[in-house]
Nanobody, 114 residues
Framework: VQLVESGGGLVQPGESLRLSCAAN????????LNWYRQAPGKQRELVAS???????HYADSVKGRFTISRDNAKKMVYLQMDSLQGEDTGVYYC?????????WGQGTQVTVSS
């Protein structure tokens, strides 16, 4: 197993969650790291990316609310999610891309509901 997510759960609108993804079995510092999500009945979408030099990219729907970060020494990637909304509900997946070689985690459920 190369990627393992944790930190999902049930929260109310406006609350925060921090997702974590632990990596092994590849050279972490060389990988582009991504968080995707898949809402019920929808296609999987890219939420946030962080490159090898820690440049970041966000989907328009989460800009200003989500923050992706990485810790190369610990082989961890994080997704801080603030001001969560119902539309953020879904299964969140950690992904790595090393020159086209990809791995996926098993996903962690995030549910935003009052």
């Amino acid at each position: 197993v190369q990627l393992v997510e944790s930190g999902g759960g049930l929260v109310q609108p406006g609350e925060s969650l921090r997702l974590s993804c632990a990596a092994n079995s590849f050279i972490f510092s060389l990988a582009m790291l991504n968080w995707y999500r898949q809402a019920p009945g929808k296609q999987r979408e890219l939420v946030a990316s962080i490159s090898q030099d820690s440049s970041t990219h966000y989907a328009d729907s989460v800009k200003g609310r989500f923050t992706i970060s990485r810790d190369n020494a610990k082989k961890m990637v994080y997704l801080q999610m603030d001001s969560l909304q119902g539309e953020d509900t879904g299964v969140y997946y950690c992904n790595r891309d090393t020159n086209g070689v990809q791995s996926w985690g098993q996903g962690t459920q995030v549910t935003v509901s009052s």
